[in-house]
């Protein structure tokens, strides 16, 4: 019972980080779209690649974290 819990929180988990890289990467292609289109400076696109860069390194920690805890549940 506990590893069948165990299993359903690191898929629920999995795919949060995979609805995050994925919105993370259509938000940022929109913004830098949007941001060309209204001509933003280069100062907000860069805020916005180093909002998508934090998303993504949190999910790169999550990841991590699954498989550290996959590892540890099978032996």
């Avoid at 359903?8 to 830098?32: D, E, H, P, T, Y």
């Avoid at 779209?33 to 998303?55: C, S």
């Amino acid at each position: 019972m506990t590893d069948d819990l165990t299993e359903q929180q690191l898929a629920r988990k999995g795919r949060m980080v995979a609805l995050v890289i994925a919105g993370s990467m259509l938000g940022w292609m929109v913004v830098q779209w949007v941001g060309n289109q209204a001509g933003l400076p280069g100062r907000y696109a860069l805020l916005f690649d180093f909002a998508a860069l934090g998303a993504l390194i949190w999910a790169l920690v999550n990841i991590y974290q699954i498989w550290r805890a996959r590892q540890k549940a099978e032996g």
